[in-house]
């Protein structure tokens, strides 16, 4: 082969390897590090997959919020006006954490319970983290349609 | 009245932008002189008329204007006035005018130092300038107009400005970042203006270059600025999540760095022009991309402002245009851009061409991460989200690559090199910084084997090699190493600190990424707890008054070794305007190690206080090494190349 036409060959070998090794980082990792969002209905229907990361929006139950005595541990029920499940998390709340509020919790189900590695509450109170809506809004929850609807008109 | 003062100055503004955007363009191709010479007044007009505008914008802020609806929602008469001031880009408005306003001042900067370039290239960037500012524009005066008014009935008291944002990293972080995303314009339309004219010749690189440089500086420096103001103001702890909004600004990074490398091969070899022009092109679209994703709120961020699909579309249609239009324009002048020179595998150009395939792989991929939510979701599958362990697994990865790389690619020659001129360095800086990891990494350690800290510390000894090879070889011929040293170029200079920088910040990212310690407790008044060396005493929470807000002041005592090293003070505070909370950490911050607390919440009337305790090792280097970064690339266009143009052409 022509030694020009040998090193171009080379370098689109060694690009094709590139790509191609870089989109088999993305198929291994995605299978490993992507969180499926459920709403309430479908975990207390048993709708996910055991062992799998997911991420569960709704609103924090009016008076479901119970702290442990010793230690961080503090659970909660998660709704969207349908069904419910519990949520426990032994970090340190998101500060806009309240009850009535609208949350999306990270995690796996242990037993029926998510055991969240993380809480989000968003960064401005008048605001609902979308996936808490959407939740809210297939269960036919009324605060699921109106409540970003009415944030959109404020700003 | 001021307020409408500044719209009418808005709409002279995109007047004079239409102007600007055809006369120069229609002067070019009737070979009309005067009109080609119309550009660079109207390009002052629009900057003038911008400047009134914000001037206005400003005052309304300054003076508590809550007719405007703007200044209503986000400001407040309590709020200090520095950040009223700032308040002007703390929304979405405001933000988009600064972004505008920029803009055209890059505009102004490039009619002003580009005397050097002929008629009708001048004439030609002015008119895409133009083009890119009236698109924006339009936006701005149809979907987003910050004069508006709320009449008849305007509130007493403004909403105040996100506490988050009361700070001064805030005041910086925006502006910077709009500066560099802004900046990658000029790239762009350099390019732009070259296809039309169809003369890509390296004099086109060398105009480039500085642009481009000083466009990426701003960019380096607003990004670490964001990352240093998350780190201490979010109350995490955390310097970089891979949040869509921070993958916005990092993509046309990556891809300003491949440009800037880019750029380097076609002013030097007149090679890779195609591959450059399409790397300005894309530099300049993942700003506009960044941009549409800040401002739709298609993605779920803690930086989204409010969703508006509106002004999503508006910005979605702005980027097709760009992109297509400028796609289109390079698919019908591309193939007449053949370079004649060639090189062979090992040379300096396939190492700078390993830089630019990494780099976007690299943004490639984050761009993947980043919108495979969105992907999910208009397919019609489930909600998903991607964390930050897909991005962290990919990145480190390639960079490793990319810094086994950078270590040999400035020692080699253009064209075609030896391998036997570098097989001894080579196998010895191999050998030596395995070695030399692994007893960094055995020593701060204690002993303990990490593969990560290993690797990681070794590629950084790696680079440091190469960069001492880099000199000894360029200062071989001088009587002595001083005297060389004096002769070297600051293009030179600026390379080498700029790849400096990247060991600071890499020793950063893989020590505190390694060693950092991050606990969330319970503790009791008067308890405390042990964690490396550090004593950490809670002595309770107290009241105190702030100017806009009143707090729940935490006392830590840290001490080592029975001595007090520092006390720190992080506050819970509740803003009076619009009650949101706010956590303010309190750091002692240090070369080697940060400790870093904050407040969680009071459980229960005891004092009991739920605290984040991290101890992070040299997360200050990861700052550090952006500042040398930034530093080299500003030595890189004092080089007295890019002067003598303007002097010979003068």
């Given amino acids: 082969m022509h030694p020009k036409r040998k090193q171009k060959l080379i370098f689109i070998l060694a690009g094709l390897a590139l790509v191609g090794s ?57 709704t969207d006006g349908a069904n419910e499940v519990k949520v426990t998390y032994d970090k340190i709340m998101p500060d806009l954490f309240r009850e009535g509020q609208g949350i999306v919790a990270e995690g796996k189900v242990v037993e029926g319970v998510l055991v969240a590695s993380e809480v989000l509450a968003k960064h401005d109170e008048n605001y609902m983290p979308a996936e808490a809506a959407e939740a809210l809004e297939r269960a036919g929850h009324p605060m699921g349609m109106g409540i970003n609807q009415e944030y959109k008109e404020q700003y | 009245m001021i307020a409408e003062l500044g719209f009418v100055a808005l709409l002279l503004a995109m007047a004079l932008s239409v102007l600007q955007s055809f006369f120069p363009m229609i002067g070019v191709v009737n070979k009309n002189l005067w009109l080609m010479q119309t550009g660079r007044p109207l390009t002052l007009g629009v900057f003038v008329m911008l400047t009134i505008g914000f001037l206005c914008l400003g005052y309304s802020h300054a003076v508590d204007d809550f007719t405007v609806a703007y200044v209503a929602n986000h400001s407040n008469s309590e709020l200090p006035m520095q950040y009223k001031i700032s308040s002007i880009w703390g929304g979405h408005e405001g933000s988009m005018y600064l972004w505008i306003y920029i803009l055209s001042g890059w505009a102004l900067a490039v009619s002003i130092f580009s005397k050097s370039l002929p008629r009708e290239n001048l004439a030609t960037i002015l008119a895409v300038m133009g083009m890119v500012t009236l698109g924006f524009l339009l936006f701005l005066i149809l979907t987003s107009n910050p004069f508006e008014r709320i009449l008849p009935i305007p509130p007493e008291d403004g909403r105040d400005l996100n506490p988050l944002l009361q700070d001064i990293g805030l005041i910086l972080h925006p502006p910077m970042l709009y500066m560099g995303y802004v900046g990658f314009s000029v790239a762009f339309v350099f390019a732009i203006s070259a296809l039309i004219s169809g003369n890509l010749d390296s004099a086109w690189a060398r105009w480039s270059r500085p642009w481009t440089n000083i466009a990426w500086v701003f960019m380096t420096l ?41 750029l380097a091969v076609t002013e030097k070899r007149g090679m890779f022009k195609s591959w450059t022009v399409l790397l300005a092109i894309f530099t300049f679209s993942f700003s506009l991309l960044g941009t549409f994703l800040v401002r739709s709120g298609v993605l779920t961020s803690v930086h989204a402002f409010a969703a508006d699909p509106e002004r999503g579309y508006f910005i979605l249609a702005l980027l097709a245009l760009t992109i297509g239009g400028s796609l289109t324009l390079f698919a019908i002048k591309a193939p007449g851009l053949r370079s004649r020179a060639s090189f062979t595998l090992f040379s300096r150009e396939s190492f700078l061409l390993i830089n630019n395939v990494l780099l976007s792989v690299s943004c490639f991929m984050v761009l993947l991460g980043t919108l495979y939510p969105l992907i999910f979701d208009a397919l019609g599958l489930r909600k998903i989200s991607v964390g930050p362990p897909f991005f962290d697994f990919f990145f480190t990865k390639l960079m490793a690559v990319l810094i086994l790389a950078l270590a040999i690619g400035p020692l080699l020659k253009w064209k075609k090199n030896e391998y036997k001129t570098l097989k001894k360095f080579a196998a010895i800086g191999a050998v030596a910084s395995i070695a030399l990891g692994f007893i960094a990494m055995y020593w701060y350690g204690n002993g303990e084997i990490n593969f990560a800290v290993w690797l990681g510390l070794s590629l950084c000894f790696w680079l440091g090699f190469g960069i001492l090879k880099a000199f000894k070889d360029n200062t071989r011929n001088a009587k002595s190493f001083m005297g060389g040293l004096k002769k070297l170029a600051p293009s030179f200079y600026g390379m080498q600190f700029a790849h400096f920088g990247m060991i600071i910040t890499t020793v950063g990212v893989v020590m505190v990424s390694n060693y950092e310690t991050e606990e969330d407790i319970r503790m009791a008044v008067g308890e405390a707890v042990q964690y490396d060396e550090y ?113 010979v052409k003068n």
């Avoid at chain 1, 299978?31 to 609103?59: C, H, K």
């Avoid at chain 2, 990092?250 to 760095?257: E, I, R, Y």
């Avoid at chain 2, 720190?568 to 509740?574: D, I, Q, V």
């Avoid at chain 2, 101890?615 to 080299?632: A, D, E, N, Q, Y």
């Fill in chain 2, 535 to 647: 004593e950490f005493r809670f002595e309770g929470a107290y009241p105190v008054i702030g100017p806009n807000y009143s707090a729940m002041r935490g006392e830590m005592l840290v001490f080592r070794d029975d001595e007090k090293v520092v006390r720190l003070s992080p506050e819970k505070r509740n803003y009076n305007a619009s009650g949101q909370i706010m956590t303010e950490a309190d750091i002692d911050a240090g070369l080697m190690k940060d400790l870093y607390v904050s407040m969680g919440e009071e459980l229960n009337s005891n004092g009991d206080w739920s605290v984040r305790i991290h101890i992070k090792p040299f997360v200050r280097w990861i700052w550090l090494g952006t500042i040398f970064m930034s530093i080299g690339a500003v030595l890189a266009i004092l080089d007295r190349r890019y002067r003598k143009t303007i002097k």
């Fill in chain 1, 22 to 78: 870089a989109v088999g980082l993305v198929l291994y990792a995605n299978t490993e590090n992507m969180s499926w969002f459920r709403t309430p209905t479908e975990i207390a229907t048993g709708d996910y997959v055991i062992g799998q990361s997911v991420r569960v929006g709704g609103l924090v139950k009016v008076g479901s919020v119970a702290r442990a005595d010793q230690g961080l541990e503090t659970s909660f029920t998660l």
């Fill in chain 2, 222 to 262: 607003g990004i670490a600025l964001g990352s240093w103001w998350a780190y201490y103001e979010l109350g995490w702890g955390g310097w970089w999540f891979w949040d869509p909004v921070e993958n916005a600004s990092f993509m046309p990074w990556l891809m300003g760095t491949a440009l800037i490398h880019s």
